[in-house]
């Protein structure tokens, strides 16, 4: 991929692929709005009108900064060493109006600060925020967390409504959606406002109440962001997505209306809500999800096997391949294994409903093959499996997997995965995601997977995200799913192939970033090879909205599929005016690529 010169198109408007063309709507005369303003036009808001917006919400507008924007000037003031203390915990992140949870994306985006945000305190406050971004032709940003690969959460010249203040959980023995009584029978729930995070619902639903809720892996991530954007975690194969657990969701639409909507109530942006992505449709004050019985157990399966020649490791993808086709494509397991160019397979695998016994004779045959050729193959890492008690899986206290947040104020509960620390600030070199489709584990097809597979491998680390397809698993996940936005591509693949990389953290004015554009690049353009390899053999491959390539071309297609037109319809709807832009969201393709110029209409 020549990335100078793919920058250089999403300057223009990126075209809707011609299969789409008769079914969008006409945009025609309804379209008032050709270009938001910046600070410097003439048009930009003056300071009493700013004044005014500051009044209706309580006080609550600040100034934004970005997380190390002092220390150029200051390195040893207070604000500069605060940021370089916690700049490993995401908490801190999220909690910086400027905070995003990545640092930027080589060659696509650099965390850039609004000039000012709303720190909402209530669905008023969006509201206020909302009408005054309209009636001013502002660059609106709607950010929880800030964890947006993408960057869709940050925006300069813009006006940011963030949630994070917003973050009361209240969990239903029994809910029923406005307007569905007696259409729909009553199930256990628990309502977020926007500005929760994951683990604030695993506290609530699970340690707590001895439920559990279908939400995602990393704990840090906000619960309007994932619904949004379809939302997988370890336990997906068992309980489907989070979009597709959403009973109700409270948003405030351009029009700056409060809309409670569900399956009784505007269907059409509830479906939207459910996976056709963040930042689009409004700005989501609370959710409702449906909520689970909990399994007397979650379990987990490691290790790291180095085989000692290219040929050992192909026999090696091989066995696993067939070991997970018959044992593991069910609604039990999920999470991931690596394969990597230095010829090593590395599991980290999660599951739901087993105990340990089970677990362990799951696993037996494998790791006794492993071990059955010493000559072929190390263990780098121990081999193990195990069940615990799901009650306490997300219990921060004495757990070794959690790391703690330990700021003064901080809830006890709040941690986050020691595997995901990796992830906290990174900076981007390349991103790339492939639904990969069951079929490709058939006798008849598998032996060309695993050449491609070691092909890609040569390049990067590819990834196996499988609780991210929804192939194996059980039925009413799947039937779930199929009443969401998200591609339907993803009901029928066993897993979402990830290959990325990057480095430490390299925010604007972190001290400490010490970039090499050039090998950067050169990293990139091995990610591109890799999925290139994978690609041959699944060329209409879908993606996933939130972890996916900046620069995908075809992305209306790979994200939604079938579901595209039907997602623009309700976009022009609700928002013809393109107030809620975020970068390949539904309907940008009318933008430029910073969102302030209509590039159609």
Not at 80 to 87: E, V
Not at 331 to 340: I, K, L, N, R, Y
Not at 376 to 385: C, F, N, P, Q, T
Request: charged letters at 15%.
């Amino acid at each position: 991929m020549q990335r100078r010169s793919l920058l250089k198109g999403l300057a223009a408007v990126v075209a809707v692929p011609p299969a789409f063309w008769p079914r969008i709507p006409a945009l025609g005369a309804a379209v008032r709005v050709l270009r938001r303003v910046r600070p410097t036009d003439p048009g930009w808001p003056k300071a009493a009108s700013w004044q005014k917006l500051k009044a209706a919400v309580g006080g609550n507008l600040i100034d934004v900064h970005s997380v190390f924007g002092t220390c150029a000037a200051e390195p040893k003031g207070a604000d500069c060493q605060d940021a370089l203390k916690h700049i490993a915990n995401p908490f801190y992140i999220r909690d910086q109006p400027g905070g995003t949870q990545v640092s930027g994306w080589l060659d696509a985006w650099t965390p850039a600060p609004s000039v000012y945000a709303v720190k909402a305190q209530s669905a008023g406050d969006i509201v206020a925020a909302v009408n005054f971004a309209r009636d001013n032709n502002l660059r609106l940003v709607v950010k929880g967390t800030g964890h947006s690969y993408q960057g869709t959460s940050n925006a300069p010249d813009s006006l940011l409504i963030w949630t994070r203040a917003m973050n009361t959980v209240t969990v239903h023995d029994s809910f029923v959606p406005a307007g569905c009584e007696g259409k729909v029978a009553p199930v256990p729930a628990v309502t977020a406002e926007a500005g929760a995070v994951w683990i604030d619902l695993y506290h609530a639903v699970t340690i707590e109440a001895g439920r559990y809720v279908q939400g995602g892996g990393c704990t840090d991530t906000g619960v309007a962001g994932l619904v949004q954007s379809g939302g997988f975690g370890s336990m997906s194969k068992g309980f489907g997505t989070a979009a597709s657990g959403l009973l109700e969701a409270e948003i405030v639409t351009a029009d700056g209306v409060v809309r409670t909507v569900n399956a009784c109530s505007d269907p059409d942006i509830f479906r939207a809500i459910k996976g056709g992505g963040g930042g689009s449709w409004g700005v989501i004050t609370k959710l409702t999800l449906r909520t689970h019985d909990l399994p007397q157990n979650f379990g987990a399966a490691w290790g790291t096997i180095k085989a000692q020649s290219d040929d050992a490791f192909r026999k090696l993808i091989t066995q696993f391949f067939e070991f997970y086709s018959a044992n593991l494509l069910n609604p039990h397991w999920g999470e991931q294994v690596a394969v990597a160019p230095d010829n090593t397979l590395k599991l980290s695998m999660v599951c739901q409903g087993l105990d340990t016994s089970q677990v362990e004779q799951v696993w037996k045959p494998f790791f006794e093959w492993v071990h059955a050729s010493p000559k072929d193959y190390i263990v780098a890492r121990k081999l193990g499996a195990v069940a615990l008690e799901a009650r306490h899986w997300w219990d921060v206290k004495g757990n070794d997997s959690m790391i703690p947040d330990t700021r003064p104020g901080a809830p006890a509960y709040h941690g986050w995965w020691e595997g995901d620390q990796a992830q906290v600030g990174a900076y981007l070199h390349g991103y790339d995601s492939l639904w990969m489709p069951a079929a490709l584990l058939q006798d008849n097809q598998r032996q060309q997977f695993l050449a491609a597979l070691f092909a890609a491998s040569r390049h990067k680390e590819v990834q196996f995200h499988f609780n991210k397809g929804l192939a194996g698993a059980a039925p009413d996940a799947i039937a779930a799913a199929k009443q969401t936005s998200t591609n339907p591509a993803v009901c029928d693949a066993f897993a979402l192939v990830i290959i990325a990389d990057g480095e430490a953290p390299a925010f604007p004015g972190f001290p400490s970033a010490n970039l090499n554009l050039d090998a950067a690049r050169k990293d990139a353009h091995e990610i591109d090879l890799a999925a290139a390899e994978l690609r041959r053999i699944v060329p209409n491959a879908g993606s996933y909205v939130s972890e996916s390539n900046y620069f995908n071309p075809s992305w209306q297609q790979a994200f939604w599929g079938e579901n595209y037109p039907a997602l623009l319809a309700t976009k022009v709807k609700y928002d013809p005016d393109g107030l809620f832009f975020v970068h390949h969201g539904v309907g940008s393709e009318s933008w430029s690529a910073d969102g302030f110029t209509r590039a159609t209409g």
